[in-house]
């Protein structure tokens, strides 16, 4: 068994090398552009977690690593033409780079690419592996639609289960799948990788919740940015969405004021409200919610608590961070 | 055995019932759209084809040619935004009328549609069917990119070879592949799914060669409308880029000052430098090459010769047509 950052280091090893041909160098260079702009490679190193929690590391996970990992990459071209990105990791997105078709073709190319290595796998697993992933691919379609849908409406007509809905299928399937496809390889059982599934959706959203949170009563020494990013742009966030639910009439005018001009102390007011309408407290136990979830999940996986340690490191580290 | 109309009857009655969930509707929808403005189907019905040349119709067939269908018209949808296209068959683009995000994930969903229907197939030749499926995207994905790459060239700087080269990706080898899947799944042997592949991919460049020709000489009451579409527009065809080759530096010299300006008998004096340089009659003969090579890989396929009666109507089809 190894460490996230060991599995991190070995799937790194491989995945550094160039992962398409050369040529035409106007279709492949996008796409391998994105991939040297770093990322933690979370979800490939879920997958190899999810095969050693059951067996030994396989070479098929390495192959299950690289399709969820490219299949990332792409959602992250795509979703930076949607969202008119100009960065990316601190660097330029693809499409400020190269351009926008350059880009919408990279991204497909990607995609195609995922599947490819999902072929490679030479076993029964394969279809199983394939659907889990169409599933959670589909899904993360889904979310990004659900995401551009929730922009055009004004924060009360965002109900909080379908945004938490919403966050679950933008960001935390593909986690979830990503644990999931390495259970499948590792010869988990259906309830173990159901289980593992669950594990990795909820730290998915607590992790998002905890996200929110520090961006707005982070320790700006700790956080390394001024908190009040989401604020300063009116974002849907946990705590807007809860703020809007929990305050009083006036209140809630104040704060419509707040997002619909931009005074100097927009921010420093709007936390005001946060903090007198207690969404602070509240998010901090929404997140020990779905940690609690989490772990319930991950104690349930019928395997030795040994094998667990270092899923359980990884999600008190994602989980208790402070930056 | 079932000919082209009969398998296209029966591909449509089942591909014309929704393909996708209602919702997210700004999703889903748009995806259907596309299906619902028509196209002839070709793809699919050539894998329905290339099944029934080797065995009896297998519902896995119709598994594969939606999975053509669907990756085809993500092509188009994703194809219209690098073009810029307003309409296609008519109708307004997906990007027209929706949005452009709402077309680039309609798109990108409908590829991992694709790869859904081919992993309904329980088979052992799913992995062989889905290398082949992955090639031919892979390479559709590179011809598109070639075209974008050679629009920024200078008719001079395009080497015909490279030319042909673009054609085949971006047009032909799925029609190819889409043959190739019928015949894996009909239990084709290796050496005769080759054939039939080769087979497809002549008849795809002979046609585009064809409809180059008919654009520029076709007769305007059979074509159903004004021949020099492309001439207006210094699109890079068959015929220009031979005639670049073929013509005296005099004609060159007027080539170049017709495709600068835009005078009013721009069409009629491009032409005539085409007939001079008797572009024409070297465009029938290379169409005949690719179709002599076509119908040449059809006669090789050991099956008994009634079988292929169905292929080669359509092939003659395809390739004697007038409008």
């Known amino acids: 068994m190894h460490s996230f950052k060991e599995l991190s280091a070995q799937f790194e090893q491989r995945f550094s090398q160039r992962q398409f041909p050369q040529s035409p160098a106007n279709l492949y260079d ?5 991939l040297g702009i770093g990322g933690k490679r979370i979800r490939p190193v879920l997958c190899l977690l999810g095969n050693e929690l059951f067996d030994e590391l396989h070479p098929d996970a390495f192959e299950a690593a690289s399709a969820i990992e490219l299949f990332h990459n792409f959602t992250l071209i795509h979703d930076d033409i949607m969202d008119k990105a100009p960065l990316r990791r601190g ?37 199983k592996l394939v659907g889990v992933f169409n599933k959670a691919a589909r899904e993360v379609c889904e979310g990004q639609q659900l995401d551009m849908d929730m922009e055009q409406q ?21 986690l979830a ?14 309830g173990n990788q159901q289980h593992l599934y669950e594990f990795g959706k909820n730290v ?99 395997v030795v608590s040994g094998r667990k340690q270092h899923l359980r490191e990884l999600a008190d580290f994602l989980l208790t961070r402070q930056h």
């Open 30 to 34: 996008p796409a391998q552009y994105i």
């Open 154 to 174: 004004s924060p009360e007509q965002v109900q909080y289960t379908d945004y938490v809905n919403m966050i679950a299928l933008k960001t935390s399937v593909l």
């Open 177 to 190: 799948a990503s644990l999931q496809m390495g259970a499948i390889i590792g010869g988990g059982s259906e």
């Open 204 to 302: 998915g959203i607590a992790f998002q919740i905890q996200d929110d949170y520090l961006d707005a009563f982070g320790d700006p020494e700790k956080f390394g940015k001024q908190p009040g990013g989401d604020i300063l742009v009116n974002k849907k966030t946990f705590l807007l969405l809860k703020a809007l639910e929990l305050c009083n009439p006036a209140q809630k005018a104040e704060l419509h004021r707040l997002m619909a001009g931009n005074p100097s102390d927009k921010v420093a007011r709007i936390l005001q409200i946060f903090h007198e309408c207690r969404v602070d407290e509240w998010a901090e136990k929404e997140k020990e919610r779905f940690c609690a979830s989490a772990y319930k999940h991950l104690d349930e996986i019928a």
């Open 91 to 127: 660097q330029p997105t693809v499409h400020t780079k190269y351009s926008e078709p350059a880009a919408i073709l990279a991204g497909d190319v990607m995609l195609i690419y995922s599947y490819e290595h999902l072929n490679k796998i030479n076993s029964k697993v394969r279809q």
